[in-house]
């Protein structure tokens, strides 16, 4: 599904309110999973500024022991220090990738902003090398500003 499709899902998605953040975000993570074919797994970290980790709070997909993530290890830590957006084209080409799963050939991981403050990302994982555009950053930049205003 074409992300200028998806975006009006995220939104009814976002305006409900009669369900919490946590589900809304759990939410958004199934539509995108199961809407764009190679989003294998979706999720969300929030991160703990005072323990330097990230936390696990919603995701479709596989479930995976990677729950709490030290700042700085794998490349959702490292967007963590960096405040970048971080495209990985081949993740057997990354030192500092922690494998989730033997299946997963890419990942995207795009910081969450609240008040100028990385407080979180957007995770995501693919079974496909190099899937990734300039235009998937995009769409999960828009995602997680719509996020942010629930939060």
Same mark, same amino acid.
Request: with cysteine.
């Given at each position: 599904?074409?992300?200028?499709?998806?975006?009006?899902?995220?939104?009814?998605?976002?305006?409900?309110?009669?369900?919490?953040?946590?589900?809304?975000?759990?939410?958004?993570?199934?539509?995108?999973?199961?809407?764009?074919?190679?989003?294998?797994?979706?999720?969300?970290?929030?991160?703990?500024?005072?323990?330097?980790?990230?936390?696990?709070?919603?995701?479709?997909?596989?479930?995976?022991?990677?729950?709490?993530?030290?700042?700085?290890?794998?490349?959702?830590?490292?967007?963590?220090?960096?405040? @970048?957006?971080? =495209? +990985? !084209?081949?993740? &057997?080409?990354?030192? *500092?990738?922690?494998?989730?799963? #033997?299946?997963?050939? @890419?990942?995207? =991981? +795009? !910081?969450?902003? &609240?008040?100028?403050? *990385?407080?979180?990302?957007?995770? #995501?994982?693919?079974?496909?090398?190099?899937?990734?555009?300039?235009?998937?950053?995009?769409?999960?930049?828009?995602?997680?500003?719509?996020?942010?205003?629930?939060?």
């Amino acid at each position: 599904m074409p992300f200028k499709d998806l975006r009006p899902k995220v939104g009814a998605i976002l305006n409900n309110d009669t369900i919490s953040s946590e589900k809304k975000m759990t939410q958004v993570c199934e539509l995108l999973q199961e809407s764009i074919g190679y989003y294998d797994w979706v999720g969300f970290y929030f991160a703990n500024h005072d323990t330097k980790t990230l936390h696990l709070k919603a995701f479709a997909g596989e479930p995976t022991d990677h729950t709490e993530i030290p700042f700085g290890k794998g490349i959702c830590g490292q967007v963590a220090e960096s405040n @970048a957006n971080f =495209v +990985v !084209p081949d993740v &057997k080409a990354q030192d *500092n990738y922690i494998a989730c799963s #033997i299946y997963v050939k @890419a990942e995207i =991981v +795009v !910081p969450l902003f &609240k008040d100028g403050k *990385n407080i979180g990302q957007i995770d #995501i994982d693919s079974n496909t090398v190099d899937p990734f555009s300039e235009a998937d950053e995009r769409f999960l930049e828009w995602v997680n500003e719509r996020i942010a205003e629930i939060l």
